[in-house]
């Protein structure tokens, strides 16, 4: 199994531009989930899934959309880049209750 | 909402010295508590968890507890090794509809020979 998938692994864009970041789970989880990491503030939720065709926002779900139209992807969306969201993202996935989550590799993305 | 707290990094230490790693959390319902790992330049790997009061999770050597009464879940470990050396986050799951996991801001261990 490949487990979490995200693509590309490397990014720079402008300021103003769009994006879509991809994942792709083939474990079947309903549940999914996109982070962003800096440094000294940890992982913070940007939106996740329940399930497909159901999306809540997370912590910091401003300058972000999703979709979930299938099981398996859930990209997400920047609207018109800003330098703010240089971050690494984390696609993550979830059968759910006590089993943790499942991490893809990674997205650094730079915004100049 | 739900919060995780763990101590602030970076911590170093000499191989084979006893790691405690100190983690807190505020749920308003029975969460389910990890710890995850980062190496450096990876993604996130599940290390151990503990889904009830009393529990005890453990994995290559690190345990941790899940302690209600003092809303804990410590990351111990009696012997690094320099191969421990990574970022270590404390998370919370919470039960219910939403399943959302939530992280603390991580700690930075540094093994040193």
């Known amino acids: 199994n490949a487990g979490v998938t995200q693509t590309p692994k490397f990014q720079v864009l402008k300021t103003g531009q769009s994006m879509t970041l991809q994942c792709a789970q083939d474990?079947?989880?309903?549940?999914m989930s996109w982070y962003r990491q800096d440094p000294g503030m940890g992982l913070r939720l940007i939106h996740y899934?329940?399930?497909?065709?159901?999306?809540d926002q997370g912590e910091v779900p401003n300058g972000y959309n999703v979709s979930r139209s299938t099981t398996e992807d859930f990209p997400l969306r920047l609207l018109s880049a800003a330098p703010s969201q240089t971050s690494v993202y984390f696609c993550?996935?979830?059968?759910?209750?006590?089993?943790?989550?499942?991490f893809g590799s990674g997205t650094r993305l730079t915004v100049v | 909402g739900d919060s995780v707290t763990q101590m602030e990094g970076p911590v170093t230490l000499s191989e084979e010295a006893f790691l405690t790693i100190n983690c807190t959390y505020t749920a308003t319902g029975y969460p389910s508590l990890f710890w995850y790992v980062q190496y450096p330049g990876e993604g996130l790997q599940l290390l151990l968890k503990a889904t009830k009061a009393d529990d005890k999770g453990s994995n290559k050597g690190f345990e941790a507890t899940y302690r209600k009464e003092t809303t804990s879940f410590h990351l111990e470990k009696g012997s690094v090794q320099v191969s421990d050396s990574a970022v270590y986050f404390c998370a919370l799951s919470e039960r219910g509809a939403t399943n959302k996991l939530i992280f603390g801001t991580g700690t930075l261990l540094a093994v040193q020979p």
């Open positions: 899934s329940v399930g497909a065709g159901i999306t």
């Open positions: 993550a996935s979830s059968t759910g209750g006590h089993y943790g989550y499942t």
């Open positions: 474990m079947n989880h309903e549940y």
